[in-house]
Structures are given as C-alpha cells and as structure tokens.
C-alpha cells in the first residue's frame, strides 16, 4: 500500500510539473487507422479547457465479412512535451451499426447495433500553421457479438484547426 501511495504521489507530481500547449478552439480532419479492417474517420475537435478537448469521430470499418459505421466521443487531456508535440490520454466510448456479408457464420445477410467503450492514447505536433498531425491508440472493448473482446485500432490523424 505503502508503495502504490508513493507511485501515485511521484506521477501527480510529475503531471503538476508538466505545461499544457495553447490547443485550438476546433479542429477538423481525418483519423486513419485499423482495427480488424481498414477504415476512416472523420474527426472534429473541440477544446474545453486549456489542457482538455472533446474528440468525436465518425467512421467506417470493413473486414472481409462485414461493414460498419460507427460514432466515437473522447475527452481527452492533453500534455505538451516540448514544443509543438504533445501527449494525450482519454477515455469514452459509442455506438455503431454492423451489417454482415451472407458468407458470414451466423449472421447471414443480418445487421445489428453495437456499443462499446474506449480509451485513447497518443501523441500529436501541432505545426505553426494551422496544421496538426497525430499518431494515436485506441483500445475498444464491446458489448456484442461484432466486437466483444478487446480490439486494438491504431489511427493517424490529419486535422485542420481554427
């Protein structure tokens, strides 16, 4: 306990030390990435704070069974490095439609909602023009048959700010 207390102690002070970067008001673009098939996201970014944003993605994923839509939302808190790069961290989750290929065990021809939570973490460079490009990782668990167990979807992100 005693240690678990002192780890604790060590990171809150740590992250006190640390200086959040000037965020833009909004930023809007593209979040690429893969988790159990190739998709996209388009991406929008809203400060809430000096140091937090709000991150909603709306996407797709396909896999050789299926397609899927899906709606995303990230708070996420935000860390500057040194620079123009920063780290973040954040959590959330949403929800999406499934629609499988007729080939597909079980579900033949069959469409289904899903939710499902997530976390989110990365690291961006916030350029001098209103350019920011990020590299992040968001692990996704579910609460269905399409995602049920933990996936892994790694994403860069194009983003244009205002």
Known sequence: MKKIFLCVLFIAGCLSQTNA???????????????DGFGGEISYQ???????????????RNGDDYDAVKLAG?????????????????????????????????????????????????????????LLLSLDFRPEIGFNDFNNDVGFDIALGIRYQF
């Open 21 to 35: 970067q000037e965020i833009a008001e909004n930023a809007l673009g593209l979040r690429l990435g893969d988790n």
């Open 74 to 130: 990230v708070y996420q808190w935000l860390w500057n490095i040194d620079g123009g790069f920063n780290w973040y961290a954040g959590a959330g989750g949403g929800l999406g439609s499934v629609g499988y290929d007729a080939n597909y065990p079980g579900h033949e021809d069959d469409d289904e909602i899903f939710i499902f939570g997530a976390g989110d973490i990365g690291i961006e460079y916030n350029f001098d023009i209103p």
């Open 46 to 60: 809203r400060a809430l704070g000096e140091n937090n944003r709000l991150e909603l993605d709306l996407g797709w």
